[in-house]
């Protein structure tokens, strides 16, 4: 008798962890952080926390009429979005205030993310459209379609990098339009930010073919709770 009491707690047994195991497999993997889309933001002198943010899990797209920063910059309508796998940020008629004298201006800035599924990599890309920075002396043309960091100098005034792209070190890639360091201060200024996550961030559904392992798993606890209660019943008569 109890090696047969023994027997059924451990078939119990193992239904109940391999049921577990298959539906813990089943939840999605928790993400880092979300991924992103947003107009801009700053630090330094002026601060500002990012303006006009999609996110994903989270609300997405968003749309606003503006992404000012007082003193600093002034835009359109801006636009962001972000997926399981993707982000974007589009920013319209942007006019930013370097110094007194330099201003930097775009009739449109976007940048997007995305990880691909099938490499595991994540990819980003940014596009400037009429770009240009204006001061006494001249002015400066921003590329179109930049290449991943690309610094343009402006004397005394400005470091400005282009499809700036960083990487974290889970692999989360940030890309920034436009990020302006402004010499002699702390004062930055990013315009048109995406960020992604290397992972997928959806939900993974527990399908169908999942349902028999779970049940089984249930079925497992129930037999392990059903076998425990008898041989406390047993042993208490016994000691009666």
Do not use: E, W
């Not at 000012?68 to 997926?83: D, E, K, P, Q, S």
């Not at 991943?148 to 402006?154: E, R, S, W």
């Not at 282009?162 to 890639?173: I, S």
């Amino acid at each position: 008798m109890k090696l047969a009491k023994h027997g059924i707690i451990k078939a119990a047994g193992a239904l109940a962890l391999s049921g577990g195991v298959l539906f813990a497999a089943a939840l999605p993997a928790a993400a880092a952080s979300p991924n992103t889309g947003y107009a801009a933001s700053a630090g330094g002198v002026i601060t500002a926390s990012p303006v006009g943010q999609a996110t994903f899990p989270g609300t997405s797209p968003v749309t606003v009429a503006h992404a000012n920063i007082t003193g600093l910059l002034t835009t359109g309508f801006a636009h962001a979005t972000a997926g399981p796998t993707t982000a974007t940020s589009t920013v319209n008629g942007v006019t930013a205030l370097l110094t007194a004298i330099a201003t930097l201006r775009a009739t449109s800035v976007n940048s997007s993310c995305r990880f691909n599924t099938n490499t595991g990599a994540v990819t980003g890309s940014a596009h400037i459209s009429n770009g240009r920075v204006t001061r006494p002396g001249g002015t400066t043309a921003l590329a179109a379609n930049p290449a991943p960091n690309t610094v343009v100098g402006i004397p005394g005034i400005a470091t400005i990098t282009l499809n700036r792209q960083t990487t974290a070190a889970d692999g989360t890639v940030t890309v920034q339009a436009i990020h302006v360091a402004v010499l002699g201060s702390a004062q930055t200024l990013d315009i048109g930010v995406s960020v992604c996550n290397a992972a997928n961030l959806a939900p993974v559904p527990i399908l169908p073919g999942l349902t028999t392992p779970i049940t089984l798993g249930a079925i497992g606890l129930l037999l392990l709770a059903g076998a425990a209660y008898q041989l406390s019943r047993r042993r208490q008569g016994a000691t009666a």
